[in-house]
């Protein structure tokens, strides 16, 4: 099982390998851009190439990259389902070229729709994304991220994970699942124990298949259970507590997923101290 965090590329690509290795993550999040902005700038290849370089000198991966949130594929405003198809080509792209292997998507918000209309209009816009990928280079595997539930946002049980799967045609060749524990948390999953997290896995297994599991978010929730609400704090310090997170990383089922802390730490002698911490709840 790897592990690791999300980490920031403010410093530049040159150093993200690096960084990484210091703070002892075997497994990384990036955002390729601005996650909070359409602006998408470029990559030097040169640069790129040598950060795949150096993360294959340090047995780096897999590499995860979370694609930016304005991204809304069933948005019920003409303009922003174009320009969330555009940005999502543009991210598989930049993802493409530091050879990211999944790349993370919150599924989108209905706004109003309905939440059936809302699961077809996603499937539509990822398949239309889909078939433009240049068919020639290896694409990152895109990862649903489950939701917390707030608004209207899609893919928050199950079920919604399962039926987006199948409404791809490829489902099981181009998509995946990546599960964060707070969202899960705000959703209604119960956490609190190590017995109720081995049943929400059992309950994922049994409707949506855990050969479609392949990354972790490791968060703490700040809020209540069944809060719709997502507040992300350090393991062990918010409404979750420990037994989750030690239960999750010590399911043999769950040996080849990415288990991934988003909330980093305030300083590089922190973030190190976060991953190792997370480490030692293996038994
Ligand atoms: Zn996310
Ligand atoms: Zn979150």
Known sequence: MRFG???????????????????????????????????????????????????????QCPLVVHTGYLINLSSDNKETAEKSRTALAKE??????????????????HMGRGR???????????????????????????????????????????????????????????????????HLWGAGYDLSSRESTRRV????????GLEHLHCFHLNDSLKELGSRTDRHAYLGEGEIGLAAFRELVNDARLENCAMILEKTGENKTHSKRLIAELEALRD
């Open 116 to 182: 059936q209309r809302g699961l077809e209009l996603i499937v539509e816009g990822l398949s239309a994304v889909f078939d433009e990928l240049p068919a020639d280079v290896e694409q990152p595997l895109l990862l649903l991220e489950n939701s917390e539930g707030s608004g209207t946002c899609l893919g928050v049980g199950f079920d919604e994970l399962r039926s987006l799967l199948d409404g791809l045609a490829e489902g099981g060749r181009r998509a995946g699942i990546c599960l964060d524990t707070a």
């Open 201 to 208: 896995v059992d309950e994922f297994a049994g409707t949506v």
């Open 5 to 59: 965090m999300h980490i920031s590329t403010a410093p530049g690509l040159t150093k993200l390998a690096d960084y990484a290795a210091e703070i002892g993550a075997r497994t990384y999040q990036i955002f390729v851009d601005s996650p909070s902005t359409w602006s998408y700038g470029e990559y030097d290849p040169e640069k790129a190439r040598a950060f795949v370089e150096r993360r294959r000198e340090l047995e």
């Open 92 to 109: 598989f792209a930049k993802a493409t070229l530091v050879g990211a292997d999944y790349l993370v998507l919150h599924p989108g918000k």
